[in-house]
Structures are given as C-alpha cells and as structure tokens.
C-alpha cells in the first residue's frame, strides 16, 4: 500500500513538473527585431506588442540603445549585435572592445536582459579575406571584456553562419563543414567549447524548396504530412526539413570533435508575398512554416539526433524591412504590420492556445510556368470507411517520427484543441507521443468532416468503430 501510495505521489509530482515545464516552454521561441524600413511603429509600442506574445527572446542586429532601453525590466531576453563594420576595430584594440562592452552591455545590464553578443554576421561565408581572420580575435577581445566585467558566465559571445559553412548536408548524418573554412572554423567551435558560449546558424527551408520546387518538397519543408526522407547513413526517417538541416550541422560539430557545442537558430522563417518569378512565397505557405514550426518546438520532440529538447530559435521576422535591397521577398518576412496587427495568425499570442496553419500549402510558380504546385490534401487512394466506424487511429507499428509529425499537424489546425493531451489534461497520461498523437489525429478527423481522406495521414492512420477512450478521456466520435 505505501508502494502504492508512493508511485501515485511520484505521477502527481511529474504532471506538475511537466505543467511548471510547459508553462515556461516558451523560452525557446524568439524573433529578428530588424530596422531597415522606414515605417517601423515607435520602439514602446513595439515592447507592448512583444509583451502581449509568447516570444521570449528578441535579436537585434545592432545594439540600438532605444530598444535596449525600451526591454528594460521586461524579462525579454536580448541578443545585440556588432556590426561587420565593427570587426577591425574590435579585433585590433582591446581598449576599443571594452568601449564597446561598456557602452551597449554594461550601461543596460541587467535591467536589460542581454544574453549574446554576435560579432558580425554571415562573416565567414562572406569572402571578405580582410575581414574572416579578424573575427576571432575581435569575439576574444569582447569576450575578454565580458570577463572583466564579470559577466563572461551570464553573457555569451557568438557570431551568425548562413548554412553554406557546410560542405555536406544531405543525407543529416552526412553533414560536414567544408574545408574552405576549416582552420577558421575549428577555431571559433573551439572558442565556443571553452566559453560555453552557441554556434548560430540560420536554416531556411524556404530556400531548399526553391532549389527543388516539387509539391512532397514543399510538405516535408512546411512540416506537413509528406512520405519522409529516410537518412541512407544512419536509417532515420525525417518528416521535416528543419530537422534535417539541424541535424546536419549536429553531425558536422561531431564529426570534428565538438559535439558538446549549442546549436541556436538566429534566423529561419518564410515570406508570405514576392515577385512573380519568386516560387514559394505566399500567405498560406508563410503560416503554415511558422505555425508548425512554433508549434513543433512546443512538442519538445527535439530533432531525432537532439531529442526531447528545442534548440532557442529566432523567427524572421517581427516586421518587413522595407528598404531592404533583394528580391521582393526579402520585404515580405514579416509577422506583424506597421500598425501592429498579424500579418497572419501563427497562434504566437498569449491568449492562443495552438497555432493554426492551413491544410493546403499554397506556393506561386514562376512566371514561365502556367501551374501552382501545390501538395494533395487528398490521397489517390483513400482509406475505405469500415461500416460503423467512427475513430480515426494510428495504424499499428508507425514509427514515433511519422507520428510526432501526425501530432505537430493536427495540433497546429484551426479550431484544434489539443489542452486535453497537455501537462494536467485528461488525456496527458499515458504521456507517449502514440497516445497523444491517436488523440490528436482523430480530433481532426472528427472536426474537419470525418470523411475517408481526413483520417489518411499520408497512409498511416485507419478508421475503426472501437471506442479508444479510456479512464476520464474521452475521444470525441460516435456511430456513424
């Protein structure tokens, strides 16, 4: 009987360790507070507009005393940056690196929560043969300030990579740094082993979906239902890109001895309008990446070679920046207007429960083709629906990935409640992803029409007239 006791008292504490968790899940969604435009709304406004989100964390690429200023005592975690321009002087004049450091992090801190200081951006890849060796030394020297302040623990020194510092990537177990970049590279990771401090690198699936513009692309780049692409090295089947390229810069850390090192995705997100020749910006594509992707970190799956955790990941971006140079696109990232309202609702408001994302991507062609692909909602050949049946459920032996992605999904539409399978919620225990995602699954078969093609799930979900609930859940359904 105290065994019995003590195994209840055990499962109540993990719930509630569980909610606690959930509660502050949000600290690893945050966003690129960007300035090129000439619309922007006042810095005050845009504080109360952060604060009315569950964004928990703002990258500027400056370091703008306005807005440090303006996130004071908020509990906004701050990333400020030093500009490429910064790097000779930085890198040539300790005296200059301590300016620096009392200037933007000491004349704040700590009412101003600032976390990292980037030291450039996309330096390495840049081909700037002036520039690439003086990164390091001027990371060192502000770092070397930090320390003086004694902030070296509380305040980390990074810079920004575009994905092109790897020389391999497909398949994710593949991935290599090129050895362009070796000894420069080996240096900074070794820098960031000793400081304890990310490498920050910025995925963007929407460009993979440019270079291979076929509908199963854009699902598996959207986190929407897709075959997967299984890994040929370490047989691991990916049902996303965004894990994918995670993945690979993962399998590059270790392939060169430096595991141990955070990975932090600064930048990632999706235009939502560009030009005409752009393939892939649109409305429903933009909403539908960010969405699942939020709601994706929100699972805490991880990636499948980081599970159970959600690397800190910064969205691009809270507005457009309108005099940005570039395609139309590059103008067209961001999830807020100038007068504050969503450019469209990815659920990041704290009065939103789940995200929404559309069912059907929607992605422009190019103006050459007369076509918009598109990914099927609808298989080619349904799922017959079994006479009486009246439960959507996974089919026996799905693997966890396919699932975690059925669950990302479901839970990601809208009028989609997905609390019941939450820390605390009826449907919680047994906490496995199969039993949550069975839940889930069948939710939205039940609320988007309960017809053969909504209990699919890209071939692994059947329809069964078998009450799955249990206990106190309750799986909604009913003869048909």
Same mark, same amino acid.
């Given at each position: 009987m105290a065994t019995q006791k003590l195994s209840s008292f055990f499962l109540i504490f993990l719930? &509630? &360790?569980? *909610?606690?968790?959930?509660?502050?899940? $949000?600290?690893?969604?945050?966003?690129?507070?960007?300035?090129?435009?000439?619309?922007?709304?006042?810095?005050?406004?845009?504080?109360?507009l952060i604060q009315s989100t569950r964004i928990e964390k703002v990258r500027l690429y400056g370091a703008d005393p306005a807005i440090i200023k303006a996130l004071a005592n908020t509990g906004i975690g701050i990333v400020i940056g030093a500009a490429n321009g910064d790097i000779p002087a930085l890198a040539s004049d300790p005296n200059y690196a301590g300016q620096w450091v009392n200037s933007n992090v000491l004349a704040y801190y700590p009412a101003s929560k600032?976390?990292?200081?980037?030291?450039?951006? %996309?330096?390495?890849?840049?081909? @700037? $043969?002036?520039?690439?060796p003086q990164l390091l030394p001027a990371m060192q020297n502000v !770092?070397?300030?930090?320390? +003086?302040? *004694?902030?070296?623990?509380?305040?980390?020194?990074?810079?920004?990579?575009?994905?092109?510092?790897?020389?391999?990537?497909?398949p994710p177990s593949s991935g290599l740094f090129s050895p362009v970049f070796g000894d420069t590279l080996k240096a900074l990771l070794q820098f960031h082993k000793e400081n304890g401090s990310p490498l920050m690198i910025n995925?963007?699936?929407?460009?993979?979906? !440019?270079?291979?513009?076929?509908? %199963?692309?854009?699902?598996?780049?959207?986190?929407?239902?897709?075959?997967g692409r299984v890994d040929s090295g370490s047989g691991i089947k990916y049902m996303n890109m965004f894990d994918a390229q995670v993945d690979a810069i993962h399998s590059a850390l270790n392939a060169w001895g430096f595991k141990e090192v955070q990975i932090v995705v600064a930048e990632t997100g999706w235009p939502y309008k560009g030009d005409p020749n752009e393939v892939g910006p649109s409305v429903d594509n933009a909403k539908a990446y960010n969405g699942n992707l939020i709601n994706h970190l929100r699972s805490m799956v991880g990636t499948p070679l980081m599970p159970g955790i959600s690397v800190d990941t910064y969205i691009f971006a809270l507005y457009d920046e309108d005099l940005k140079p570039g395609p139309g696109s590059e103008r067209s990232f961001g999830l807020f207007k100038p007068d504050l309202s969503v450019t469209y609702d990815?659920?990041?408001?704290?009065?939103?429960? /789940?995200?929404?994302?559309?069912?059907? #991507?929607?992605?422009?062609?190019?103006?050459?083709?007369?076509?918009?692909?598109?990914?099927?909602?609808?298989?080619?050949?349904?799922?017959?629906? #079994? /006479?009486?049946?009246?439960?959507c459920m996974p089919k026996p032996g799905t693997p966890d990935a396919e699932l975690q992605a059925n669950l990302d999904y479901a839970c990601s539409q809208a009028?989609? @409640?997905?609390?019941?399978? $939450?820390?605390?919620?009826?449907?919680? %225990?047994?906490?496995?992803?199969?039993?949550?995602?069975a839940y889930a699954?069948?939710?939205?078969?039940?609320? +988007?029409?309960?017809? #053969?093609?909504?209990?699919?799930?890209?071939?692994?979900?059947?329809?069964? *007239? /078998?009450?799955?609930?249990y206990g106190g859940c309750t799986y909604p359904g009913g003869s048909l």
């Open positions: 719930v &509630l &360790l569980q *909610s606690l968790s959930s509660a502050e899940s $949000q600290a690893f969604i945050g966003v690129n507070y960007g300035q090129l435009a000439d619309n922007l709304p006042p810095v005050t406004e845009t504080v109360k600032i976390i990292v200081v980037t030291v450039g951006n %996309e330096v390495v890849t840049s081909g @700037d $043969q002036n520039l690439i !770092q070397n300030a930090l320390n +003086a302040a *004694s902030l070296g623990g509380k305040i980390k020194v990074s810079t920004v990579h575009a994905m092109s510092i790897l020389s391999q990537s497909d995925p963007y699936p929407f460009f993979a979906y !440019q270079s291979d513009p076929r509908p %199963e692309t854009l699902a598996f780049c959207l986190f929407q239902p897709n075959a990815v659920g990041l408001s704290k009065n939103a429960q /789940t995200p929404t994302a559309p069912v059907t #991507p929607v992605s422009p062609a190019p103006a050459t083709t007369p076509t918009t692909p598109t990914t099927p909602v609808t298989p080619v050949t349904p799922t017959p629906k #079994p /006479t009486g049946a009246a439960w009028g989609i @409640d997905c609390t019941p399978i $939450q820390a605390g919620g009826a449907c919680f %225990e047994p906490n496995t992803v199969a039993s949550h995602a699954m069948n939710l939205l078969y039940q609320t +988007a029409g309960r017809n #053969p093609w909504n209990c699919d799930f890209s071939q692994t979900a059947a329809l069964t *007239s /078998t009450n799955p609930s």
